[in-house]
């Protein structure tokens, strides 16, 4: 019997920490909490929801990051639905638009103010993460070229491509179609089989981490060339724009992150048996991430003041 079994059978919370796969860093004894000490004198307007849900954020550290990055989500989510709430120009609350709404807020004030403080926890995104998307980002093109139906792609591949156009020409012209070359994907049952010989392993990995990296360069906001998989081996230059940057942290890595794992289309990513230490320190970057976001949106919106931003800034030095 494995281990996932076992546990199944006798439940016990210290063996189930004991599967996990996290090491001794706990974050919460140096984390520089959302907290604005002016809340103390506005008793009755101070951000209640939000602060809830960051308790469960807290409750789950440090074993759970990947859980403790959907409860500080659901903060984001609750300070974009109030934003939509408050504009009369919205006739229903979505989280695309919403998402929106926290991007260009950040936009506005982005060279005078937010972008030293944002730059920095997008530098410490780990590789991890970029081989995440690029792997998504893959097995979506080829699921639409093969005709899989489009429920089975993430939805973060759809709205990424949508977001950010030059990924749609990288896809077909380059990486995406590298990829395709060695799957044929179909549907066995409800699963798709992404077909990949045992030989075309190491090159299918190889790719994926390839157009990670060149996704890494281009969030950090620099240039990078791409040689295209054709005869001529045509080499075309790319750079993301501001707003494609912040779509791309957004929508790419923290909304995905946590569609992928609230529909319960995947294991649970830390119980996973593909789980290792780089999840974990992955998932405590993602929640690091998330948290300076909420602290960010609070902050143009006036819920959060600049004295107090400026600790919450502080835990770059945390992330792994």
């Not at 550290?61 to 959907?70: C, F, S, V, W, Y």
């Not at 979506?140 to 759809?158: F, P, Q, T, V």
């Amino acid at each position: 019997m494995d281990s996932i079994l076992r546990l199944a059978k006798e439940y016990s919370k210290d063996d189930h920490i004991y599967l996990l796969p996290c090491d001794d860093n706990n974050i919460l004894e140096n984390l520089n909490f959302l907290y604005d000490e002016n809340w103390e004198t506005q008793r009755t307007s101070y951000p209640y929801e939000i602060l809830t849900y960051l308790f469960d954020s807290y409750y789950v550290l440090p074993q759970r990051p990947d859980l403790a990055a959907l409860f500080c989500w659901q903060a984001i989510n609750h300070s974009y639905y109030v934003q939509e709430l408050s504009d009369s120009n919205i006739k229903f609350c979505q989280d695309t638009k919403g998402i929106e709404i926290v991007r260009d807020a950040i936009l506005e004030n982005w060279n005078n103010k937010y972008k030293t403080i944002l730059e920095p926890f997008f530098k410490k995104l780990p590789n991890k993460t970029f081989h995440y998307v690029a792997s998504y980002m893959l097995k979506g093109y080829a699921m639409e070229k093969n005709g899989i139906a489009e429920k089975y792609r993430a939805s973060s591949y759809k709205s990424l491509k949508r977001k950010i156009s030059a990924l749609l020409e990288i896809l077909d012209n380059a990486y995406g179609k590298a990829y395709c070359q060695i799957c044929n994907p179909i549907l066995d049952g409800n699963v798709v089989n992404f077909g990949i010989n045992e030989a075309d392993k190491e090159k299918s990995r190889r790719i994926i981490h390839s157009f990670g990296t060149k996704l890494k360069i281009l969030m950090l906001g620099e240039e990078t060339e791409i040689t295209f998989h054709d005869e001529e081996k045509t080499k075309q230059k790319y750079r993301f724009t501001d707003e494609e940057r912040l779509s791309f942290v957004l929508f790419g890595i923290l909304y995905a992150s946590r569609c992928n794992n609230f529909h319960g289309n995947v294991a649970a990513r830390m119980n996973s048996i593909n789980a290792n230490i780089d999840t974990f320190k992955m998932y405590t970057d993602i929640f690091l991430m998330e948290y300076i976001i909420l602290a960010t949106h609070m902050n143009s919106q006036n819920v959060f003041s600049d004295s107090a931003l400026d600790k919450v800034k502080k835990n770059v030095n945390l992330m792994i």
